[in-house]
């Protein structure tokens, strides 16, 4: 902790996309956040304070534009065929999820910064190594002589929602039921709807100091829905209601329209359109949430919501439909001390 220096970063709301009408085609969340990637990479290059690690997938999760200042680093001989390779490179690849995890554990216990990109599915490889540091941070957050140290931070992309060709063999969404088992004081979940949602998450993540932050988002083409701005108010406070998607003009709802990842948050908003179609009379309220430990109570997570702004954003009475890109029953598990639990109903993988 005593080696800690912060990261020198760039204003992620320069690398925002702007948004002409809600529901615009983007190019790829990830693509979007590689050039806020890059830059972490540049403005620290001289004090060689950050890097960036992954299994063989930092191209295929469309983090492509790192290498426009950097490479992989790589020590031994080359072929004529070998590309973006140089001694001196910023990213460490190699196809094992473990030795990567150990390379970024490590180099965050010499006081500087990294980020972990890897495919959901495949995150499952490194669930013990991850528990042993998650342990090491809730024992060492209460030594008084241990400071803390950078995060350790888990992109996983190419996730369950979208894989095209690969199919069955790359769908396991089933890291966040691991993840959240550990200590509230050392975990974070996010869930960003969107590519300008995403930038405002991993700025976050990147200045934050001893938690394992896990980040889920897509790299092919999809739908934006917030201005940076929006984005940046949205993902501050984890959880919110979109009334520009709602039809109940601030009023007590009929039905609750819930999401949190961004097919899921596709698949509600065309939900909720084909329902305003048909039923126009029906007052609808959407709710997006981003930081998924804001569903827990706060005596249980610091993140979570109390009890009063839970009811408010949710009701206590009425039906919610909850989009989820995961496994359904995490959300009963996190939400099952809620007054409206019971009217809580859960579609995802």
Not at 135 to 158: E, H, M, Y
Request: glycine content about 6%; charged content about 20%; hydrophobic content about 40%.
């Amino acid at each position: 902790g005593k080696l800690l220096s912060d990261l020198l970063m760039p204003d992620f709301a320069k690398y925002g996309i702007d948004i002409q009408a809600r529901g615009t085609t983007g190019p790829g969340d990830t693509l979007v956040l590689g050039s806020f990637i890059r830059d972490v990479i540049r403005l620290n290059m001289e004090s060689r304070n950050f890097r960036l690690f992954g299994p063989d997938e930092t191209l295929s999760n469309k983090l492509n534009a790192v290498f426009e200042v950097t490479n992989r680093q790589w020590n031994a001989l080359t072929e004529d065929s070998d590309e973006l390779l140089q001694k001196d490179g910023r990213v460490l690849e190699m196809l094992s999820e473990h030795q990567c995890e150990g390379w970024l554990e490590g180099y965050l216990l010499t006081g500087r910064h990294g980020l972990f990109n890897c495919y959901e599915a495949f995150i499952h490889i490194i669930d013990s190594m991850f528990n042993q540091h998650a342990k090491w941070l809730k024992v060492t957050a209460g030594l008084p002589w241990r400071r803390k140290i950078a995060s350790l931070n888990i992109l996983l992309a190419s996730h369950v929602w979208r894989q095209d060709h690969n199919g069955f063999t790359h769908q396991d969404p089933g890291f966040i039921d691991h993840v959240v088992n550990k200590k509230a004081s050392v975990v974070r979940v996010y869930l960003p709807p969107d590519a300008n949602s995403l930038l405002s998450v991993m700025d976050h993540c990147l200045r934050s100091r001893h938690y394992v932050n896990v980040v889920i988002a897509g790299k092919h083409p999809s739908p934006q829905w917030l201005s940076i701005e929006e984005a940046t108010i949205h993902c501050t406070k984890g959880i919110g209601i979109w009334p520009w998607a709602s039809s109940d003009a601030n009023q007590e709802p009929d039905l609750v329209m819930a999401c949190a990842g961004d097919v899921p948050t596709l698949e509600i908003l065309a939900a909720v359109d084909i329902l305003q179609t048909r039923l126009p009379e029906l007052k609808i309220r959407v709710v997006n949430v981003v930081d998924l430990m804001k569903l827990q109570p706060e005596a249980e997570h610091p993140h979570g919501l109390n009890d009063d702004d839970f009811d408010a954003i949710f009701t206590k009475n009425k039906p919610v439909i909850f989009a989820f890109h995961a496994y359904p029953w995490l959300i009963h598990r996190l939400t099952y001390r809620r007054s409206n639990h019971a009217n809580i109903h859960v579609r995802g993988y």
